[in-house]
């Protein structure tokens, strides 16, 4: 199971409401009309477009509108770190006023300010208020008053934090979603309390996982990490057996249990008699899929049958932003299962067999419905508030709901997915972006020599069948030595010492065990000028050869440096 990503909705909660379609009813379900706008209380400003509002986005601008009511002057968008600045050449060369300096990271302080830092950017001064922290990086804008050092929050400033973090103990900004988790508590914050994602189930933050139960007896499908009624005896994968009548109470229609004649283990069916009688007196999907009654043969019978599902209602129970606003989008129904009945099996035009069935709802087509017009303030503060740096779509996968079939519904964790990916991999699939960039899947021959996007193809299949997003980029560095979208950072490196990309700059070390997304370096060395960090082999994971003695005599290893990164001549 991949890491994944997204907020829990069940078939109840989902009400992914349907409109007519090629076989559906033709009447919508009770208390829709399609384009209610009424999304409830919100925090939004303004009267919906946006011409009210005042924004500040500041760690996740994408243009300078978005910082145009942020303080201290920092107005203009750096577009590469998605950050707000004040001063300097990226901000135009705009100045600071009077009294003023502008400091390296863009940010106008008094000209007694300053922030000394280690090898690393970590500021070394001391701190009596936040205006002393003034001068250091973005994540150390911040004084603790406790141990008088700049960090990255407090529990009353959270200024420098994405709108999707938290506040750790330690002063450091982190995602409520993390986009993988090692236990339970790195999702405590995860979800809302009406659709919790907090359990850390295979390493992402989910509804449930085999150390933290479903409530009301529910089974917990630990592949996906979400909750749902037992069907059957569980026992037979892709099929709903079962050996007395009670086994079939939680499916979907077909609630009766058929035995063999001569006894022994049976299957979950449905109790009509035809298959004419599927969507009237028998429903085997969950409302609104119910809706479609469309018989098959083959995969081909199911083209064009589809549903309207309201992504502003999935969005608003998810995050429980009321603000957000109803929007429809078109969901395909192309798979054909086959439904058991009492005497005999049906095909039927379902949305899916398999998580591959299933198509993530990218945000960007209903944005304006949901959100308001398209490059208004409004939009940018809620799809800020919704999604923060992350992708902005809703990651589905296939939730079964018996036998061999099931519906798409999102992951408990809206900000990843959760879906299993597999299927055929095209050999010569396409290579139009960067392993660093998120697009379109690329194919295993992309980037050769390099043997990269291949060994991610095999361990996340996801990558090069569906799309290339964000957890591929992640999968770079867990599963490619020669590679990495994280450099001169210890995310995803073993215990050791490594050399900064500008190897004039020395080298650092990291203590992690090679799984952690924490990118802190242990400790630093600096190279004198003249001199360079070397490896022992090609590539940004290469360790660095290391001091085996130290003393002023000794070239390149200084006394206090043996054990850490050598420096060389070039």
């Not at 506040?167 to 309390?193: I, R």
Request: hydrophobic fraction near 25%.
């Amino acid at each position: 199971m991949n890491a994944a990503r997204f907020l829990t909705v069940t078939f109840a909660g989902l009400a992914l409401l349907v409109t007519a379609a090629p076989g559906c009813s033709e009447d919508p379900p009770s208390g829709f009309n399609g384009r209610n706008r009424d999304g409830g209380d919100g925090t939004s400003g303004g009267d919906g477009d946006g011409s009210n509002d005042t924004i500040c986005l500041l760690n996740n601008c994408d243009r300078d509108r978005d910082c145009q009511d942020c303080g201290e002057g920092q107005t203009v968008c750096l577009q590469s770190e998605h950050r707000c600045i004040a001063c300097g050449p990226e901000a135009g060369n705009k100045a600071c006023g009077n009294g003023q300096k502008c400091t390296k990271y863009g940010n106008c302080v008094g000209n007694g300010v300053s922030c000394d830092e280690d090898a690393n950017g970590v500021p070394t001064i001391t701190c009596k208020n936040t205006a002393d922290c003034g001068a250091c990086g973005p994540k150390f804008r911040v004084c603790d008053e406790a141990t008088n050092k700049c960090v990255g929050c407090s529990p009353t400033n959270t200024t420098n934090c994405q709108s999707t973090d938290v506040c750790k103990t330690d002063g450091t900004c982190v995602p409520k979603c993390p986009a993988e988790c090692k236990d339970d508590a790195d999702c405590g914050e995860c979800g809302t309390d009406a659709k919790p994602a907090r359990a850390c189930n295979n390493h992402v933050c989910a509804e449930c996982s085999s150390t933290k139960p479903c409530a009301n007896g529910d089974k917990c499908d630990l592949q996906h990490g979400t909750c749902v009624k037992q069907c059957g005896l569980g026992t037979r994968p892709g099929t709903s057996n079962c050996t007395v009548e009670g086994n079939c109470a939680g499916c979907t229609g077909t609630t009766d249990c058929k035995l063999p004649v001569n006894g022994g283990e049976g299957v979950c069916v449905g109790p009509a008699v035809g298959c004419e009688d599927l969507g009237k007196g028998t429903i085997v999907l969950p409302d609104p899929f119910s809706r479609v009654t469309q018989t098959c043969s083959t995969d081909a019978n199911c083209a064009g049958q589809s549903i309207d599902i309201n992504v502003g209602k999935i969005l608003r129970d998810a995050t429980g932003l009321g603000v957000i606003k109803d929007g429809n989008i078109n969901y395909t129904l192309n798979a054909c299962a086959n439904v058991e009945l009492f005497d005999k099996s049906c095909g039927l035009c379902v949305p899916c067999k398999e998580d591959t069935d299933c198509t993530d709802i990218s945000i960007d087509q209903v944005a304006g419905d949901i959100f308001g017009p398209i490059g208004s303030i409004a939009s940018a503060i809620l799809l800020d508030k919704a999604f923060g740096p992350n992708d902005r779509k809703i990651h589905m996968y296939c939730q079964n709901v018996a036998g061999s079939y099931g519906i798409c519904a999102p992951c408990s964790n809206i900000l990843s997915r959760c879906a299993e990916v597999s299927g055929p991999i095209e050999d010569n699939g396409k290579c139009d972006h960067d392993i660093c960039e998120v697009g379109g899947p690329l194919g295993p021959r992309c980037g050769l020599p390099s043997k990269c996007v291949e060994n991610v193809c095999k361990k996340d299949p996801y990558c090069c069948t569906k799309e290339w997003d964000l957890q591929c980029k992640t999968d770079v560095d867990l599963y490619c030595e020669d590679k990495t979208c994280t450099p001169d950072g210890c995310a995803y490196r073993k215990e050791g010492w490594y050399c900064f990309t500008d190897k004039t700059k020395g080298g650092y070390k990291c203590t992690g065990d090679g799984t952690s997304s924490e990118t802190a370096i242990a400790e630093g060395s600096q190279c004198p000028t003249g001199s360079v960090c070397k490896t022992e082999g090609e590539g940004p994971k290469a360790p660095a050869i290391l001091c085996t003695t130290d003393g002023e005599s000794v070239p390149g290893c200084p006394t206090g440096s043996k054990g850490k990164s050598k420096c060389s001549p070039p």
